[in-house]
């Protein structure tokens, strides 16, 4: 319900910038962007969008939320972590952004959005970016895209509580239409790719089973992952993380790391061998292979990392059974969220059909889904 304070907000708010910030896809490369690893993502034609004036204070702050139907009001000279968690997006974001720069003035911004929240595509790093970008832009701050990155994540980190690595908030505001990102998460640096997938389509399955990464097990699953490479590197100097280590390093610590650790990195090292693969199936156009490499993905992520779920795993075993799908997998930090498919454009009307009904039949959830392509990151609205 709107209240009438609300109401006035809406009514007197003159829009001075709009900005569109994407959602995020990940083909490959799942759990590796910590691992100072290699992922390959792209925005989504589905986003946050956020619509900014200036509200003539020094620091007073006023943020109404359309798919909460809620105003967020704080003073940024007195910033301190809400209980609520769309809060801490943003406040998060002014505080990293208030390390930068005295630049930044009251302001009023509308949040409206169409992407969904908790299906693994990243709304949290399109609120952050999306934030940051505008604010760079309304306030004239003049930092470049990758310290709204930066700063995006450290947000995350500090005032979430996860744990994240670089590509979310790397894919919302670098990616663009029709190629994916290449990015490589130890030197930062990208190489976009064509995103040539037709006669296929991108169909993202939602279990509609909503995961918080930082009450889950994602920050268990860093710090696993450090512990190995503490390991490994008390005998190998140069090791700084899973990236620097090969299978045949792996293979001389099996006895004396847990097989729990064991399994956390040789997912790791396999799937960054598998976004290499993927990478060059794409580019010379072998699609069977790149949706091979999704499937043996998921496979990792269910056995070896362990982040998978019975909702995931099932939307994926259904999708293996038809030759129609050429790959399919769980997508960002796991235990719920959308599945991505590499479907056949003629076979999504009666996949869609037969998929929802197993799914609903076995677990009494809805299953929700929608076709995406790749897309250009966040922009001003012109
Ligand atoms: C989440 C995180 F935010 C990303 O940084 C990444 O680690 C992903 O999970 C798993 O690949 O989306």
């Given amino acids: 319900m709107i209240n009438k304070k609300h109401k006035e907000f809406l009514t007197n708010f003159k829009k001075q910038l709009v900005i569109d910030s994407p959602g995020r896809i990940n083909f490959i490369g799942e759990h590796t962007d910590y691992n100072s690893g290699l992922v390959l993502p792209t925005a989504i034609d589905r986003k946050i969008i956020l619509s900014f004036e200036k509200n003539g204070t020094n620091s007073y702050c006023a943020l109404y939320s359309t798919t909460y139907n809620k105003m967020f009001e704080f003073d940024f000279n007195a910033i ?89 908030q790397f894919a919302s505001v670098m990616s663009e239409d029709n190629k994916v990102i290449l990015l490589d998460c130890m030197s930062e640096t990208h190489r976009l790719i064509d995103a040539n997938f037709e006669p296929y389509k991108i169909l993202l399955l939602n279990t509609n089973v909503t995961h918080n990464l930082a009450s889950t097990e994602y920050n268990t699953r860093r710090k696993e992952c450090e512990e190995a490479v503490n390991i490994i590197s008390s005998q190998f100097k140069n090791v700084r993380s899973l990236r620097d280590i090969d299978k045949n390093i792996l293979e001389k610590f099996k006895n004396e790391i847990s097989k729990k650790l064991y399994k956390r990195a040789s997912f790791v090292i396999e799937e960054n061998n598998r976004v290499l693969e993927a990478s060059k199936s794409l580019e010379k156009g072998n699609l069977k292979q790149f949706g091979a490499l999704m499937y043996e993905s998921h496979r990792g992520l269910q056995h070896q990392y ?77």
């Fill in 80 to 168: 301190k972590i809400s209980t609520i968690e769309w809060e801490n997006y943003i406040l998060g974001v002014i505080h990293e952004l208030l390390k930068v720069t005295k630049n930044i003035k009251g302001f009023n911004c509308i949040i409206e959005s169409d992407l969904p929240i908790g299906a693994g595509i990243s709304s949290s790093a399109a609120l952050e970016c999306g934030l940051a970008y505008g604010l760079n832009q309304l306030f004239d701050l003049k930092l470049p895209k990758i310290k709204l990155i930066k700063l995006s994540q450290k947000a995350e980190h500090n005032f979430v509580g996860t744990k994240c690595g670089i590509m979310d």
């Fill in 306 to 382: 362990e982040v998978s779920c019975q909702e995931l795993d099932f939307l994926v075993d259904f999708s293996e059974k038809t030759d129609k799908i050429l790959g399919a997998r769980m997508m960002g930090g796991g235990f719920g969220g959308c599945t991505i498919n590499l479907i056949h454009k003629d076979s999504i009307e009666d996949f869609l059909v037969e998929v929802k009904k197993a799914y609903e039949d076995m677990f009494s959830i809805e299953l929700t889904s929608f076709t995406t392509v790749p897309s250009h990151g966040t922009s001003i609205r012109k």
